[in-house]
């Protein structure tokens, strides 16, 4: 394969993973209404430390650390977002 369909290829997979972001944002955004309703805090480490052992163990070994700064990333993002919700709807 040359370079241009393997570029191509990556340029497919950004394109869904923009939309399961977007997803995933809408539904953090779910939660922090639920959160804010129920009095709950953002953070819960518990959830995202289990979250991290499943998800490590869906990747191939090599990949383990690249999921586990990818995951807590995109935690840190969902926690901000939700964050922001709240802080909004505590007014």
Known sequence: ????????????????????FEQRM????????????????????????QKLQDLSQKVKKENETYITSLYTLLFELSRSKQEQIIKAGAK
């Open 1 to 20: 394969m040359d370079l241009n369909k393997l570029r191509q290829k990556i340029d497919n997979i950004d394109n869904d993973l923009v939309r399961l």
């Open 26 to 49: 809408e539904t953090a955004a779910e939660i922090a209404q639920y959160k804010l309703v129920h009095n709950l805090p953002v953070f819960d480490p518990v959830r995202e430390q």
